[in-house]
C-alpha cells in the first residue's frame, strides 16, 4: 500500500495497484516524446506512472486529467520541464567508462593531435553530453591533469558538460558527493582532489574550473546546433531511452557537433548498428568508438 500524506491525492493514490486510463498514458508519453525524444514503450508504463504520481503530489492535483490540462498550458511549461527532469535517470560513479580512458590517452589523443597539426589548433574540445551529476566530466578532468597534460603541455583541454536535468547539474556545479559516486576511486585521487566534511567528498576547485556545464536537450536542434568544434563527444547511456528516429536525430545532431576525425563515445553495451552509417567504428585496444571520417 502506498502511504501519501497529502490528502488531495488519495483519491488518485488509493492502492498500488491503480492505473492510468490509456488514453491519458498515450498523451503523456507523446508529450514527453515531443519536447525529450524520450519514448516509453507500453511495457513501460508503470515507470511513467510512478513519475507523474509524484508530479501529482506537488502540484495538489487529484487527476491525470488535471496534470495534462496543466502541462498542456502557457503557464505549465515549468512544471512540463520537470516531469521530463523527473524521468531522466541519473545513476554515475566516477571513472565508470575506465576502459575508454587508455584509448584515449594511447591512440585518441594522438590521432587527433596528428590531424590537428595540420591547422595549427593547439586546444582540445571535449562535450560530456549527458554529464548527469558530473561524475563522468569530472574524471576527465582529473585524467587529463594526471595523465595528459605533462604530455602535451603546449595544449589547452576545454570540457563543457550538458545535461537535459537542471537538477542534477546544480548538484554537479557544487562537486559534492557520497560514496557510491567515488568507489572506484584510489586512495591517491581521494586525497588528493577530493576533501571530506561530514562524510561527504568535496571536489577541489582545481578539477571544478575544468568543466563547463550548461542545460541542454540532445533532441533540441536549436541548442545542439551551437555546440560545435567538438574533438571527442562523450555520451554514454543515452540513446537506450529513445526510439529509432529519436536516435537517427540525436546521433546526426552529434555527428555535426564534431570536428573532421573527432570520435564519439557510447557505452559500452550501446551501439549505432542501424542507426547511421556516417561514422567509422573504431575497435581500439581498451574500447570501441566511433570516429567522424
Known amino acids: 500500500m502506498i502511504v501519501i500524506e497529502n490528502t488531495c491525492s488519495r483519491s488518485i493514490l488509493q492502492t498500488e ?33 510512478g513519475r507523474v504520481t509524484k508530479r501529482l503530489v506537488a502540484n495538489y492535483l487529484n487527476s491525470v486529467d488535471d496534470y495534462i490540462k496543466l502541462i498542456k498550458s502557457p503557464e505549465g511549461k515549468y512544471e512540463k520541464n520537470l516531469l ?11 571513472f565508470r567508462a575506465e576502459q575508454q580512458f ?9 590521432d587527433i593531435l596528428k590531424h590537428r597539426s595540420c591547422i595549427n589548433n593547439n586546444s582540445i574540445n571535449i562535450w560530456s553530453a549527458a554529464s548527469s551529476t558530473g561524475e563522468e566530466p569530472y ?3 582529473i585524467f587529463i591533469k594526471e595523465r595528459i597534460q605533462l604530455q602535451y603541455p603546449g595544449i589547452t583541454f576545454k570540457i563543457v558538460a550538458s545535461d537535459i536535468n537542471r537538477e542534477v547539474l546544480e548538484t554537479a556545479r557544487k ?30 576547485d ?3 574550473k575544468m568543466v563547463r556545464f550548461v542545460q541542454i536537450n540532445l533532441y533540441d536542434n536549436d541548442l545542439v546546433r551551437n555546440m560545435n568544434y567538438f574533438d571527442m563527444i562523450f555520451c554514454a547511456n543515452v540513446l537506450i531511452y529513445f526510439d529509432a ?4 536525430k540525436v546521433v546526426s545532431n ?30 581500439l585496444k581498451g574500447a570501441s568508438v566511433y570516429k567522424k571520417e
Open 17 to 49: 495497484n491503480q492505473l492510468f486510463r490509456n488514453d491519458q498514458f498515450f498523451e503523456l508519453r507523446d508529450i514527453i516524446y515531443k519536447n525529450s525524444g524520450i519514448y516509453f514503450n507500453d511495457n513501460k508504463k508503470y515507470l511513467l506512472e
Open 84 to 94: 521530463i527532469d523527473s524521468i531522466t535517470i541519473n545513476e554515475t560513479y566516477f
Open 102 to 110: 587508455n584509448s584515449i590517452e594511447n591512440e585518441i589523443i594522438p
Open 139 to 141: 574524471s576527465l578532468g
Open 175 to 204: 562537486g559534492i558527493y557520497r560514496e557510491y559516486s567515488v568507489k572506484t576511486l584510489t586512495a591517491y585521487y581521494l586525497n588528493k582532489y577530493f576533501t571530506r566534511i561530514d562524510g561527504a567528498y568535496h571536489l577541489s
Open 206 to 208: 582545481e578539477i571544478k
Open 245 to 248: 528516429a529519436s536516435k537517427e
Open 254 to 283: 552529434l555527428y555535426d557537433s564534431l570536428n573532421g576525425g573527432g570520435y564519439l563515445m557510447i557505452g559500452c553495451s550501446e551501439s549505432l548498428h542501424g542507426v547511421t552509417k556516417a561514422f567509422r567504428l573504431m575497435h
